[in-house]
């Protein structure tokens, strides 16, 4: 493709492309300005649904603010009020100065004092008397009838507060009716004798019917509810009423739920523990006596005029989005007519360009046999940071050369770099470069009929890098960066091969970190997992140059150890090996401490080859294991004769579980001093076919390692 004719298309291209720009930018807007104009309004709409929510939702938390508040006044004028009554009988009583409680139970159950109660009591219809009990808790008198009947309230909450707390002088509760049937609202005052001697207590009491019938008299709504509660949440009197909820502690659940009884004052949005609905809260606590005042409404009949109100708009909102987008559709539908047809006059020249340099990953150059630049794609200016002005169409190759050694993307020598190009551009080539930020780039140089060359520049870094970390995985460990197991092996058989002809010596510890699975499951596996890491690092900083140190797999590490000479040697390393093992160690903000179990194998002594000496520092590691763990093994041939019998011995628990070739003795527990029999503990027995009976010292802390002791549990049960 000669330049002339790149340059000609381009012409032609732009040609034809600026002015379908400009005449169809007004397009774009006007398909802009209706989306606009379209979420404009459909936010708008949304705003003010929400807007108007909120204002229903404050409008109903102020109008329950106001009841509980105008209902918080009058109770607190009617309970200061009915206080003074008690007030002035404790007085009058107080005044006596009777310091005995006999004495004032004597005095005091008399028909003048009943006559006393009478008149101060009377003129509350709506209260069930005055009632005066001593000091235990038995009534004495009552303004209500003569005499009184043998009625004690020493189990009453209320009275054990009274006796017991000498910082409480009067209280209020709720309580089953003993003069009348269902719950009543108990006020009750402290006696006191004239050095503080507790002589008795004067209650009243009030039915919740009395409260309901002037709670219904505010009418909040269909849906509210009015009700008042003791500071400690239990229910006094609710309208409308609900019998089986009167006396219930309300007070549970959330910090909100029990915000509602503990704050001075309240206002929220709840869910009702009474009927579960969702409902709008306000409460007040009384000034005078532990009470409060709690008004409800649902949210549902709180948001009714509001959802009508949403359906208004958003109906009105959808019919103008109808609207916008049909006119909208008409004239986009008409413009788009005559973009498609002025586009498909030009789309065969558009294509044939974008084919050659778009939707490329490669830089891509074209040279013409006189080494003038024919295409340069956007990707090879980018790659290298190259100026549009300089690398253009009609630019020589040695030039564009120039220009990249100018801009620090291009080393060495340019005049040698191109006649080496030049030299070869008849035929294929292939090379890699390095950049001067560390970037690997192939060019592929593919000559063209008719002379010149098509190059192309592709950043392989990464797939370099790749296969560089694929190769070393392969090799060593991905979290601890340690030889792994076939590194391992092929440093073993190399060592043996060496050994068997110098008769070098070397062995091979078997490590595995003690309790590392608990630490995995308490602490998390990243915490484990640097662990590792500061476990690998603390081996390798223990061993000598010549030596290996490898992960295995999970928490298992091994060690090719070379040259110790006598075995006293090893011994001492294998102590230096520990302690670096114990040193406590921070991972992850948790210090943890650890220790290991390492078995030991010598070659030649052990094996000769590779497999027999890694079982038998295995099995000197296992016998580690047994011995209470944290210590180290040599290996002895012992060793495999009782891995052996203990994996017999393990063979035959898991037949005798399956067949239940076990029996249970029950053994009585006696009671020393009644020789009476209390109970008896069940003991597991394993009689064997042809062991007899085998100890449960043996068995159990077998089946406890190897998971059998579950389904051995589960077989006694």
């Not at 004798?193 to 009243?204: I, M, N, Q, S």
Request: some cysteine; glycine content about 8%; proline content about 3%.
């Amino acid at each position: 493709m000669k330049a002339s004719s790149i340059s000609t298309a381009g012409r032609r291209l732009r040609a034809r492309l600026l002015p379908d720009f400009i005449e169809y930018a007004p397009l774009r807007w006007l398909v802009l300005s209706g989306l606009v104009l379209m979420a404009a309004i459909a936010i708008g709409t949304t705003l003010t649904i929400s807007k108007f929510k909120g204002s229903a939702i404050e409008t109903s938390k102020q109008g329950l603010e106001s009841a509980v508040l105008l209902l918080a006044r009058h109770f607190d004028q009617q309970l200061d009020d009915f206080g003074v009554l008690q007030s002035e009988i404790v007085a009058e009583l107080q005044a006596q100065e009777i310091s005995q409680p006999d004495v004032f139970k004597s005095e005091m159950g008399t028909l003048a004092i009943h006559e006393m109660l009478r008149n101060k009591a009377s003129g509350w219809s709506d209260l069930a008397g005055v009632n005066l009990f001593d000091s235990k808790g038995v009534l004495i008198n009552s303004s209500q009838r003569w005499p009184v009947s043998d009625i004690g309230i020493s189990d009453r909450a209320f009275f054990q507060r009274l006796m017991r707390d000498v910082t409480v002088s009067q209280t209020v509760d709720v309580v089953p009716g003993r003069f009348s049937p269902g719950h009543s609202i108990v006020f009750a005052r402290k006696i006191l004798g004239p050095h503080g001697e507790f002589l008795g207590a004067v209650t009243r009491a009030l039915k919740p019917e009395a409260l309901e019938s002037f709670l219904a008299s505010v009418g909040l709504g269909p849906e509210a509810t009015i009700a008042m509660h003791l500071k400690e949440g239990f229910l006094l009197a609710r309208y409308p009423h609900v019998e089986g909820m009167i006396g219930e502690n309300f007070n549970r659940g959330s910090s909100e739920q029990r915000a509602v009884f503990e704050a001075p004052q309240f206002s929220g949005q709840l869910r009702s523990p009474m009927d579960g609905k969702e409902r709008l809260v306000a409460s007040r606590m009384l000034r005078t006596v532990p009470l409060v005042i709690v008004a409800t409404e649902t949210l549902e009949s709180t948001l009714a005029s509001w959802r009508s109100q949403t359906r208004f708009f958003i109906g009105m909102a959808t019919l103008s989005l109808l609207v916008t987008a049909l006119m909208l559709y008409l004239i986009f539908r008409q413009m788009m007519r005559q973009h498609r047809f002025s586009q498909r006059q030009i789309a065969v020249e558009k294509q044939r360009l974008d084919t050659a340099i778009s939707h490329m990953s490669q830089g891509l150059l074209l040279f013409d046999s006189s080494e003038r630049l024919i295409i340069c794609n956007r990707r090879y200016i980018e790659m290298y940071g190259l100026s549009r002005e300089v690398v253009k169409p009609g630019c020589t190759f040695r030039d564009l050369l120039r220009h990249r050694k100018a801009t620090g993307s291009f080393h060495g020598d340019v005049e040698r770099y191109c006649d080496d190009v030049l030299r070869n551009n008849g035929s294929s080539a292939t090379m890699v470069v390095d950049t001067s930020d560390g970037h690997l780039i192939q060019i592929k140089n593919e000559p063209v009929p008719g002379g010149g060359w098509l190059a192309t520049h592709e950043d392989v870094t990464e797939r370099v890098r790749a296969e560089e970390r694929i190769a070393h995985l392969a090799h060593f460990d991905a979290l601890t960066d340690l030889a792994n197991r076939v590194s391992f092996r092929e440093h073993v058989e190399q060592r043996l091969s060496k050994g068997l002809m110098e008769r070098d010596r070397f062995a091979i510890l078997y490590i595995d970190v003690d309790e590392f699975k608990s630490i995995n499951d308490s602490l998390g596996h990243h915490v484990g997992d640097e662990l590792l890491k500061c476990i690998a690092s603390r081996l390798s900083g223990s061993v000598d140059p010549g030596d290996l140190v490898a992960r295995l797999g999970g928490d298992e590490f091994a060690i090719v150890k070379a040259g110790f000479g006598e075995q006293a040697n090893l011994v001492a390393f294998v102590d230096n090996l520990y302690r670096a093992i114990r040193a406590p160690v921070i991972c992850c903000e948790h210090e943890v401490t650890t220790d290991a179990s390492i078995g030991i194998a010598l070659a030649p002594d052990d094996g000769v080859n590779l497999d027999q000496l890694v079982k038998n520092a295995d099995l000197a590691m296992y016998d580690a294991k047994l011995s209470g763990r944290r210590t180290y093994r040599f290996f002895v041939s012992e060793m495999g004769a009782r891995m052996q019998a203990r994996r017999a011995l393990e063979l035959d628990l898991r037949q005798a579980i399956a067949a239940g070739d076990f029996e249970i003795y029950y053994q009585p527990l006696v009671d020393l001093t009644t020789d009476a029999v209390t109970g008896c503990e069940a003991l597991l027995r394993w009689k064997h076919s042809t062991r007899g009976f085998v100890s449960p010292a043996e068995f159990i802390p077998l089946a406890e390692e190897t998971g059998l002791i579950i389904e051995l549990g589960d077989w006694v049960l």
